[in-house]
């Protein structure tokens, strides 16, 4: 089954308790991304990849770090979290977007709670 | 800067009327354009696009959306509104422009609700 997977679904921590939160796709997407999705905010991007080796900021990437050394994955790292981190976060991919308009697929999403 | 507004929270319909849900952009492009929707406690799911051709586009579930560029528009619709409709949607922008062609925005939502 194509699909975009995430893990942890949930995590409750600590401030400054370095954590990361996997993403997975199995469909040979090139293009991955990851959103935080607050009351009010919608979904605001915060890092994206448009290949191995390749990514770029989108509109809050500050406090995250992410890296993508295989096509596959794409982890989000946050090195030192703080409770204004507490959200709903969601990786997502596509095919290549050089090439034309094609449509995010979203994982299920992962709960964050930093106290 | 790119940019999408949902002018609606909250879009209130009874079950077997028509349904709109407003969606505005800005680009300094041309754009791709998305709607998504979000049912609870799952991830979001892909609707209907457009990228180029016909102005009115049919997605997934029965919905529609019409892209109007003179208005930077573009509204989903549905004729015949389902209970089962209730959900949380987006309208997302994407510019054409290979230098941006990585970063997309969202709207902020609308929540939809359809009573029997």
């Known amino acids: 089954e194509a699909q975009v997977t995430q893990n942890p679904r949930y995590l409750i921590t600590v401030t400054g308790k370095k954590l990361t939160v996997t993403c997975s796709q199995n469909m040979n997407h090139e293009y991955m991304s990851w959103y935080r999705q607050d009351p009010g905010l919608g979904l605001r991007q915060i890092y994206y990849s448009m290949n191995v080796e390749v990514t770029d900021k989108g509109d809050v990437p500050e406090g995250y770090k992410v890296s993508r050394k295989e096509k596959r994955n794409f982890p989000l790292i946050l090195e030192s979290p703080s409770p204004n981190q507490t959200s709903l976060y969601f990786c997502?991919?596509?095919?290549?977007?050089?090439?034309?308009?094609?449509?995010?697929?979203f994982g299920p999403g992962t709960r964050l709670t930093v106290t | 800067a790119q940019s999408v507004a949902q002018p609606e929270d909250q879009v209130n319909v009874a079950e077997g009327n028509p349904l709109t849900v407003k969606c505005t952009y800005s680009?300094?492009?041309?754009?791709?354009l998305f709607w998504y929707v979000q049912y609870p406690n799952r991830g979001l799911q892909f609707l209907l696009k457009?990228?180029?051709?016909?102005?009115l586009v049919k997605g997934s579930y029965g919905f529609e959306a019409e892209f109007n560029k003179s208005q930077t528009s573009f509204h989903l619709k549905k004729p015949s509104a389902l209970v089962s409709d209730s959900a949380l949607y987006f309208c997302a922008v994407r510019d054409r422009r290979n230098t941006n062609a990585g970063k997309s925005t969202f709207g902020d939502g609308t929540t939809l609700t359809v009573k029997p």
């Open positions: 457009y990228i180029t051709g016909d102005n």
């Open positions: 997502a991919s596509s095919s290549s977007l050089t090439s034309g308009a094609y449509e995010q697929y």
């Open positions: 680009v300094s492009g041309n754009p791709y």
